[in-house]
């Protein structure tokens, strides 16, 4: 008989149990809603707690629902997280993680999307000019970490790039674009010398280029003061561009010129204003080093590296050319500069003869 009562119980309780789910969201649907939403702590955390690859679900979910700003805020967010995360910042080829530079490609690929959708909106909600070089800027992007994927025995894209001055003038097809990628494609880069001086110079520039044309995509009223910046360095490859024109019959020989006249302009524009400024309040401190003479082991390594540059050129040894060519750039802007620093801090202190 109790045998009989528990089954009888057992069986009911089995029975309440499979009705309580269709109950359950039976009273959800008939009843209205919580005033307050209280939400589910063991789902949510807070944006300080996000992962790079929680702002890249947020971005695509805003760009899908339309939201393009808060698309670009969470997409530019993830790409902080990730160039934060020690797990992607471990190079396996060429100083670049593959990981890393997938998932970088993949965020700014969107960033284009985004800015392509956006440009959609009727003209009075939006710049189009301004939304066509984003989108530009961030289809450059792509393809340099694209390219670096892909290739991993180069330092970056051959055939795109000047993210910088593309940012800063707004359009690939800018003439500013124009001048450096045709000084750089169909000059520098035709020589043994350019052809080597070029990944050198490409893992450099697009180790912080990336970064710094989002930065003024994304905050154009940069773009007059990097236009004023960037104005002399198009003048140095203007300058280059001829001195390299007069000696095309030799394309190593130009090369070498080019170089020349590019670190000289480069240290005398760009640099030289810099270290005098340093010198002239070391000469407050006491320093006396002002002598043209001090230049001389300067000069000395400058010669040096000019031989070690000949040398890679004439047994087409590409380490030592990439690696000398660089040197060669770097020992001329240093010498440029430190040289005119001196002689003209030498010429301030020569008592004049009345």
């Not at 919580?34 to 807070?46: R, V």
């Not at 934060?84 to 690929?109: C, F, M, V």
């Not at 994304?218 to 990097?226: E, I, L, S």
């Amino acid at each position: 008989m109790e045998l009989r009562k528990i089954g009888s119980f057992f069986i009911l309780a089995c029975f309440l149990l499979a009705l309580l789910p269709a109950t359950v969201a039976a009273a959800s649907s008939s009843s209205p809603a919580p005033l307050i939403a209280l939400p589910d702590l063991l789902q949510e955390k807070s944006k300080t707690q996000w992962s790079g690859e929680d702002f890249k679900q947020a971005g695509m979910e805003a760009k899908k629902n339309g939201n393009y700003q808060e698309a670009i805020d969470n997409f530019n967010a993830a790409e902080t997280m990730f160039a934060k995360d020690p797990a992607l910042n471990r190079a396996s080829y060429n100083g670049h993680d593959p990981k890393k530079l997938a998932l970088l490609t993949q965020i700014e690929r969107a960033k284009a999307e985004t800015y392509d959708d956006w440009s959609t909106l009727p003209m009075a909600q939006v710049d189009k000019d301004d939304l066509e070089a984003r989108r530009g800027a961030a289809t450059d992007r792509a393809e340099v970490y694209e390219s670096l994927l892909n290739n991993p025995g180069t330092a970056g894209p051959t055939g795109s790039g000047c993210l910088i001055v593309t940012a800063t003038f707004g359009s690939p097809l800018a003439s500013e674009v124009q001048l450096v990628r045709d000084f750089r494609d169909h000059s520098i880069s035709q020589s043994y010398t350019g052809s080597r001086f070029m990944p050198g110079f490409n893992a450099w520039y697009y180790s912080f280029s990336p970064q710094v044309s989002s930065y003024i995509n994304d905050h154009p009223f940069t773009k007059p003061a990097m236009q004023v910046i960037l104005t002399p360095l198009l003048w140095i490859v203007r300058v280059s561009q001829i001195g390299y024109s007069f000696l095309a019959f030799n394309p190593e020989l130009a090369t070498f010129v080019a170089l020349i006249i590019g670190s000289t302009m480069y240290a005398g524009l760009y640099v030289f204003p810099f270290v005098v400024a340093i010198m002239g309040v070391a000469q407050g401190q006491g320093w006396k080093g002002w002598n043209i003479q001090n230049m001389k082991p300067v000069a000395g390594v400058w010669a040096a590296i000019v031989v070690l540059l000949v040398l890679g050129v004439l047994l087409s040894v590409d380490l030592l050319t990439t690696v000398a060519s660089g040197l060669f750039v770097v020992a001329t802007i240093i010498l440029v500069a430190g040289g005119l620093s001196v002689s003209l801090l030498q010429y301030a202190h020569t008592p004049k003869i009345s």
